[in-house]
């Protein structure tokens, strides 16, 4: 063991082990340095037999190891192999601690005191961070575990589950599933409530406490693990039960303290930040690197890359292009002026106002992740009403917003280096006016996720694309005529709230005077009549409320409460006031505005009177729907359960319109007063599903539908992060025998979903892989005629509906048959 | 990029009419069958065919060719049912247009007999229609009444977590019942071993299950005179009866809902065949 190491490689995921293998090919001293006792722990922890995907297809591996699609097993059985073959210099169950020292002479610490000298450091410690453990006397005794694997393979124990998140539920139901196991379940929660878990989870475990087959401890807290006990701390006092084996599920620390511990900078203090680093991957500490996906990287084939790159980097090859270079070659292709590929990522960076932040590195990244386009004069970039959740940019020329639908004559300039098509992607929805080029112009598109990270990585960048934001959608909301100097005033004057669900914005017979403009998620206006909040109506994204009270001085006469979490805007009631005057046209625009919301308020009031059980019904359901989800849906599909025959050929079309999969769980699901909501996309304004898929495979289509492109890996994370438990994870079934040979012959499974065992009995008879994908709903998108759930049913029950056209009294008192 | 997807189009493929199938397009089938039985009616009381109205003459085969006509089209609403093919037509149209043309058939297909019935094919084909068109008539009277029951009975639960919550009942009973006797617990074993799904027919239809041996069970347990295993037991098996009788009725529901299906499919297809004999033989016997 020399006294130095040239390099130190800290994390042997995939990122780690090709750079471990690569300076082994290369003949540079090094070590390998793993917390655990096997290679690439994240993979090792996938579900046994998972299909692991080789995305994205374009890119080319470069690695001294062999990847492609396959089993886990057999992935890290060719690592294990090709690392011994190698003679990768490897150290398992060896945990960083810390890293200090100056490039040329790193002090590498390990759990247990150990340490190792090394020249530079390469840190590939991937971004699932460390299990929070449990801190009580006797939390090091070997019967406690922070993980569960298989929950079939314990039999007649003790359990106790300490946390009240999704995972310890999820642990608790498995080890209580199979009465046979004969397990002693009990779950811990320090709360009264299962807040931070899903409902359908904390509805089992709930229904698993009735039927005596968990122990549910609210209010309790762990103190004192001993061996076959552990002592609980109680609301009535101390208690001791038997335990035999605790798994704690307290969520996990992400490796950022540890990261920044070593003297390392992130861009900035959100949460999906990541460490700051040079075209080399060096960070803000000279000699660390950060590869793989901590360093934003979250697909296997680009951390390998990476791993092969940063040796090469380290020794001294300037020159290496990054394995993406021929993608990006491509995306240029089609731009006119025949520029390279690192001008043309200039010439976005100096340009464009909000990257001009960015590294090139970052540049690189989010270029990935982006479409350019070059139009000519006069050519049309979006139409209003587009569905579209992207934000542009102009590298170059200049475009006009067409502001007057109806004369599209009417146009307003946005120049060189500024951004649009902002408010699809603050608000979700859909785009507020046409956009035309003015002169030759290229540009940049920006999927959300990637303006998203964007947003949150450059702080300039957020706070310009904020204020333009508010000044856009204030023209565009009070309409034409009005210029960015005549809202000045507001924009300047303007606060960004954010509103957490059920919170009021406004309060009934308050006397405040600001009006607010939502930004982001939807409200819900109530008044309190004969003692009971009614529901008045629904206000989505982009409308304003408050102006009552600001035009005519009264109280408030309703309240106004987030549907669901939400942002907006609040100006001051007098700047307002002063843009009416100066305006006259926008104040006979916004008397207008108040009129009808007021019919609407005295039409619902005045029912109240007459036909008092009809309004109850019309606000309850209402309120039933918003809590269903339908707050944030964008589209969403109802059942009439006064029409519905069970026939479940809803069902059967979606499977048979779909690579024979239902993606919708008719049964399932809540109802009120015969309004059924199945288990079924809503397709969300702000999709949670989006929020952590490692190929950005969740998209937003051209019908504003939320839909998963053929990229996705089958990581489970978007199911995970929907709450409405709508998404599923199956392989492709085999194709059907077609429905005449069915109907004649009786060939096959018949119309609808195959069931599982035909599925799997067919597809291994034909050889076909059964890798588990993520599906759910996508509106039938491309398919003529629209939604087959809809078209297929026989009575008119099932019918899908805009929450803004729905949630009204007309459309919710209706009386159908 | 730009996209040509237009607002309207997205608009209307999206949004459906909250609106039953019988009432589908404010009852446009409902008019447009009262209208062609009234050109029926009307035309045969004022066409003069000789020697009578019937089956053969110039008018009886026009009614004759409508009638079979409507009868084919009508049927193949089962294929429409199951070929969720790609276009924008809708189950529900169709379904409300197979009803009111259904029902136009009673005025048709009889007026095409002119009232001639004997023992023979022709009459057999006439009175299969009858009965297709008498157990579709059925059948609109409980897609019209049962789904509110139906779903008031499911309590937001699925089948499965009814079936789930039984065998929850059943779990708690089979430990309750460990302290007590030889004959309260033979009771409880009967009532455990007992398969809810294999009911009659007729049990299913009525929802009456006189062998019910959780019923029989619970007259084991008395009201008064037990202890306080045996009053658990009780209570338990007063759950698993309520937790019975959602099950019985929700599948006493579905069947009502499905069982005019087995008459009104294979009646279609004993009529298809009675009618092509009725055809083959007007023509042969020309
Ligand atoms: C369920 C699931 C399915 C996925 N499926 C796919 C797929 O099909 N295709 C795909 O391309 N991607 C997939 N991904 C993503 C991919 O697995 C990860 O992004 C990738 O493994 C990241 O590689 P990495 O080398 O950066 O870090 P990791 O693979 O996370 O490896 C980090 C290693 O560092 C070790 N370590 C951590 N801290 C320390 C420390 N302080 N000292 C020493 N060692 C330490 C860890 O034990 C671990 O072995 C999936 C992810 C998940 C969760
Ligand atoms: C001779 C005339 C008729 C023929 C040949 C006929 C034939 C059919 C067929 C083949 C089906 C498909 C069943 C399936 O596959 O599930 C069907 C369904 C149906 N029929 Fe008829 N029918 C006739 C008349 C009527 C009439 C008069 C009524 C009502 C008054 C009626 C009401 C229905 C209904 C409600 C359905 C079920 C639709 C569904 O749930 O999908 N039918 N019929
Ligand atoms: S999958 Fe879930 S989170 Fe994603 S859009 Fe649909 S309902 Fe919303
Ligand atoms: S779509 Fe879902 S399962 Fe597929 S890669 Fe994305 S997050 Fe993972
Ligand atoms: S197709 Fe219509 S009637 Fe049949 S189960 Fe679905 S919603 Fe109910």
Known sequence: MPDKYRVAIVGSGPAGLSAAAHAAAQGLSHILIEKTDHLSDTIFKYQKGKHVMATPSNLVLRSDLDFDAGKREFILDTWDRQIEEHKVNVRLNAEVTAITGETGNFTIEMKGGDTIQAEAVVMAIGTQGNPNKLRTP??????????LDDPGEYFDEHITVVGSGDAGIENALGLAADPKQNNTVSILNRRAEFARAKAANVALLEEAERDGRINVCRETNPLEV???????????????????????????????????????EFTSEERSAFPKLTPSFETTKNGIHVIGALAGYPLIKHCMNQGYDVIEFLMGNDELKPADEPILAEKFAALPGNRSVDEWLEVFRNNIVILRELSPLQMRELMLDSDVAAFDE????????????????????????????????????????????????ISGRRRGSTIRAAETTVTMELSRNAALKLLATAPSANRAVNRITIERQLLQMFGSGLTPDDVSELVEAAELVQVPAGKNVIDEGADDKDIFVIQQGSMIVEKNIGGNPIFLSYLPAGSYFGEMAVIDGSKRTATVKAAIKSEVVRFPG??????????????????????????????????????????????????????????????????????????????????????GLSRLDREAGRTYAHLHVPTSCRHCEHPHCMADC?????????????????????????????????????????????????????????????????????????????????????????????????????????IRVAPEKFLTFTKLAEDVD | MASKSDFA????????????????????????????????????????????????????????????????????????????SEGRWSLKAWTSAHVYLGLALIVIGTMHTGFQLGWNVHTLAWALMMLVIISGIYGISVYAALPRALSTNKREMTRAQMVEALAAIDRQLETAAQPLDRKESDAVIAALDQDVFRAGFLARLTGKYPRCATKRALRAFPDGSINKAEEKVSSLLNRRTSQLGQIRRHMRYKALLEVWLFIHIPATIALIAALIAHIVSVFYYW
């Open chain 1, 226 to 264: 001993r061996e076959k006990e552990i002592v609980l701390e109680t609301r009535d006092g101390q208690v001791t039960i038997p335990c035999d084996r605790i798994i704690a599920r307290t969520g996990s620390q992400p490796p950022r303290g540890f990261v920044e511990g070593c003297g390392i």
């Open chain 2, 9 to 84: 189009y997205a608009e209307q493929r999206r949004d459906t009419d909250h609106e039953s199938f019988l009432s589908h397009k404010r009852m446009r089938w409902l008019k447009v069958s009262v209208a062609i039985c009234l050109i029926v009616i009307v035309s045969y009381f004022l066409v003069d065919v000789e020697p009578r109205h019937n089956g053969g003459t110039w008018y009886g085969y026009t009614l004759g060719t409508i009638g079979a006509g409507l009868i084919i089209w009508l049927s193949i609403l089962g294929i429409r049912k199951r070929n969720i």
């Open chain 1, 574 to 659: 007098d700047a307002f006031m002063r843009l009416l005057d100066r305006n006259p046209k926008l104040r006979e625009r916004a008397l207008t505005d108040m009129a009808s919301r007021r019919k609407v308020n005295a039409f619902v009031e005045e029912r109240k009177e007459s036909f008092s059980s009809a309004v109850d019904m019309y606000s309850s359901t209402a309120k039933f729907l918003v809590d269903n989800g339908l707050g944030e849906a964008t589209d969403v599909l109802l059942i009439d359960e006064s029409l519905c025959v069970g026939c479940d050929n809803c069902e059967k079309a979606c499977a048979d319109s779909h690579e």
């Open chain 1, 694 to 798: 490692p190929p950005n495979a969740i998209k937003r289509g051209p019908d504003g539908e939320v839909f998963i492109d053929e990229t996705c890996i089958g990581c489970g994370n978007c199911q995970r992060n929907c709450p409405y438990g709508v998404i599923r994870m199956d392989p492709k079934p085999p194709k059907k025998p077609s429905l005449l040979s069915w109907l004649f012959f009786g060939a096959g499974p018949g119309p609808g979903e195959a069931s599982y065992d035909w599925r799997k009995k067919t597809a291994e008879k034909k050889g076909l892989e059964q890798a588990k994908l993520a599906i759910k709903c996508d509106m039938c998108a491309g398919i003529d005629g629209g939604p087959a759930c809809v078209r297929a049913c026989p009575t008119g029950a099932a």
């Open chain 1, 378 to 425: 006069g050519d049309v970039i979006f139409v209003r009403n587009d569905p579209g959740s992207s934000m542009f940019a102009i590298a170059e020329g200049s475009v006009l917003v067409e502001v007057n639908p109806d004369d599209p004559s009417v146009t307003v300039p946005i120049g060189e280096g500024s951004i649009f098509g902002e408010v699809g992607l």
């Open chain 1, 138 to 147: 006797g939390a090091d005794m070997p019967h406690i575990q922070y993980q």
